[in-house]
């Protein structure tokens, strides 16, 4: 059966040295804990307690290797239960062969390398690889020329952009096609708004734990996807 967490908040006013409740707030935390009972369900089907052991906190359950090369004794896997659904933190290192760089191209720094930054970072999950490819290609047409869901992608090349739409450039329909589907300042990207929300994770930064990078999800189908692909592969460390 699962949990429910609760936030109680309660105010008290003083007088004369003696407390006085006031009111008191009671919210239920949706989702959260129902995810973190399926996820450490899911866990211990796949066997990651031989090789992990777990640490709770009140905020968080934390898994680290039970026998890990000298130095590696940081969390791998973070659990944190929010309001609005499971935080995950896994490693940097495993994560980064696995997820798409999304990137804004600048032009040449002072010493006329090529400059790039990073407008975001996904995950996309396997089983919706082709609906997501597909969104892509409809908004971002020299998205075709990766052909695949990992790496780095440098969103804004016009000369791309032109080069497959070049042939029927005179047509009014594909130049309002060319004016829209390329991003001319990094604050015009939305990278919760690609075309297929529902096909990829967005990562972040973990301020918790700077080595780590975390995706928030809402979904049971979602949260047996990520952990049943990334569970193997923190099995696989040594």
Known sequence: MSKIIYDVIQRFEVENGVPR???????VIEGGEDLMSLAT?????????????ESRTSQYVGYKLKNPKKGAKRY??????????????????????????????????????PYSSI???IWILPS?????????????????EIGATTGSFTLNKRDELE????????DSDFRDLKAQNFINLP????????GSSNC????????LFPYSWQVCITSSEVLKEFLGYFGKILMEQQ
């Open 119 to 121: 407008l975001g970072k």
């Open 187 to 194: 604050e015009e990207f939305d990278i919760t708004s690609l």
């Open 76 to 113: 791998q896997l973070v659990l944190t239960p929010r309001k609005e659904g499971l935080c995950v933190s896994v490693s940097r290192d495993v994560l980064e062969n696995n997820i798409l760089c999304l990137e804004y191209f600048h032009g040449s720094d002072p010493y006329n390398e």
């Open 163 to 170: 080069y497959y739409l070049g042939d029927i450039s005179d």
């Open 128 to 144: 919706k690889e082709n609906i997501f490819y597909k969104s892509m290609q409809l908004r971002y047409p020299n998205f075709v």
């Open 200 to 207: 990829y994770l967005v990562i972040n930064d973990d301020r």
């Open 21 to 27: 409740l006031v009111s008191t707030n009671i919210q």
């Open 41 to 53: 369900n899911l866990l211990d089907k796949l066997g990651f307690y031989d090789k992990f052991e």
